[in-house]
């Protein structure tokens, strides 16, 4: 065996070292279980999250992965475990609609060309695990970035039980034209060094490369829609990739199968192209035209505004110049972002987590109250319209009776304080409780 490969097997030998030791020290505090044995949760307070009221005292009774009852007062069958968490809010499992299991903090450029796939995989259910920890019981891979359908094993993996992690929606790889968003342009052309998703360059192509991604298990479908960002007389201007008629294409082909279409789309006219082609969410939206707001409002097309990326991007660039940019963005996005809740544009939460450590992104829900949303709004935008967006709208999202019982506990009361959000102290996923006091 020659030198390099030597390296690279001890290399991946302490990457797998890494996750069984990451993965038995995770799963080692897990107590409960999937079986019909009863739990009842029990805390200071229960948060309704589409009403806004606070139970107190609240409990929760799970039985086996869902949840039976909720109330001050619960029933108690013979047998079951009682959890007192004290002075704490209990509420749904956090969700966020925007992640990036395959990505960790340091050029993002670098890291997928470096990296193996086995590699990134591994991190990725380090990943996944953290933010699990962190009371994220649900969300949405918006692409492995370069890693292909590697996003499907951890998916599958953690729903059976394998590794811990939360419920996952998954895309694959992104779809991107050549030259566009996620291509290697600022490498040598000589290298030929690969794009960070799958090229589609028209409507046919677009519906090749959907097809590839559903057999490959893809849940719901990303394409890259607008590229580049640059700020001309304090406004937005940033390049299309698909015409309208390209994206329909796209949102028809998907619907096929069941399946929707999410875009990264930062402002016009892309962002328009997709509310007209129909899909389920703008992310990013840094700059909406009144005719898309309008668009998204009527077809109830969720914008999901990626805060805490845009505030670690400003806060770590690597030069002032590049700092200065990405605060002008933040600060139209800001602006904007409030015009867009005038308007009645569906928000969901999504933190854009990955480029910025997992497990830290309930910071998201953070900002959203600070540039312009109620606590309670923010919550709802996370929970219950992220349980739309995710399409577990029955399921999730919410603490009902036959829902799962994904379940958090947060001191205080978030309706009061958003920022206990970062400090949760309990994660149930499923009747399987992750974290404890």
Do not use: C
């Not at 996750?19 to 897990?30: D, E, K, N, Y």
């Not at 499992?93 to 990505?103: Q, S, V």
């Not at 993002?108 to 796939?117: K, M, R």
């Not at 030929?192 to 959907?210: F, K």
Request: proline share 5%; charged share 20%; net charge negative.
């Amino acid at each position: 065996m020659i030198p390099a490969m030597t390296t690279r097997v001890v290399l991946f030998g302490r990457w797998l070292l890494l996750l069984a030791l990451a993965v038995s020290s995770s799963t080692s505090g897990q107590t409960g279980s999937t079986t019909n044995s009863a739990i009842v949760l029990h805390a200071a307070r229960l948060l309704e999250i589409e009403t806004g009221k606070v139970i107190a005292p609240g409990e929760v009774l799970v039985q086996g992965d869902r949840i039976v009852e909720i109330g001050s007062n619960v029933k108690r069958p013979a047998g079951a475990q009682v959890v007192d968490l004290g002075d704490t809010t209990l509420m749904p499992g956090l969700i966020d609609a925007h992640i990036h299991l395959f990505l960790h903090p340091g050029a993002e450029d670098l890291q997928t060309v470096q990296e193996s796939v086995p590699q990134r995989t591994i991190m990725a259910t380090l990943a996944a695990r953290n933010d699990l920890m962190a009371g994220f019981t649900a969300e949405r891979d918006m692409g492995t970035e370069g890693a292909g359908s590697a996003d499907t094993a951890v998916r599958n993996a953690i729903n059976d039980g394998s590794i811990p992690g939360p419920r996952l929606r998954i895309s694959g790889n992104a779809i991107d034209i050549l030259g566009g968003h996620e291509d290697a342009i600022p490498f040598n052309p000589e290298q030929h060094v690969l794009s960070n998703a799958t090229y589609a360059n028209s409507a046919e192509q677009l519906v090749v490369a959907i097809r590839e991604e559903t057999k490959e298990g893809a849940d719901f479908i990303k394409i890259y829609e607008t590229g580049p960002d640059s700020i001309r007389d304090e406004r937005l201007s940033t390049a299309y990739q698909y015409t309208e008629a390209e994206l329909a294409a796209a949102v028809q082909e998907t619907a096929r199968t069941g399946k929707r279409v999410a875009v990264h789309a930062t402002g016009e006219p892309g962002t328009l192209y997709a509310a007209q082609a129909g899909v389920v969410s703008i992310d990013h939206a840094y700059q909406l035209s009144d005719e898309t707001m309008r668009l998204m409002k009527e077809k109830q097309i969720f914008a999901v505004p990626t805060f805490t990326v845009s505030e670690y991007f400003w806060q770590h660039a690597a030069t002032p110049a590049l700092a200065e940019h990405e605060r002008q963005l933040l600060e139209i996005h800001t602006k904007e972002f409030r015009k867009q809740l005038a308007a009645g544009v569906p928000m969901a939460v999504g933190s854009d987590v990955g480029p910025f450590p997992h497990g830290t992104q309930a910071r998201e829900y953070v900002l959203m109250v600070q540039y312009g949303m109620k606590p309670l709004e923010a919550l709802q935008a996370g929970l219950v319209n992220g349980a739309k967006l995710l399409g577990w709208q029955n399921d999730v999202g919410a603490l009902k009776a036959g829902y799962w019982a994904d379940i958090i506990a947060v001191p205080g009361n978030p309706v009061n304080d958003i920022g206990v959000l970062t400090r949760v102290s309990f994660v149930m996923k499923g009747g399987i409780v992750y974290r404890k006091p």
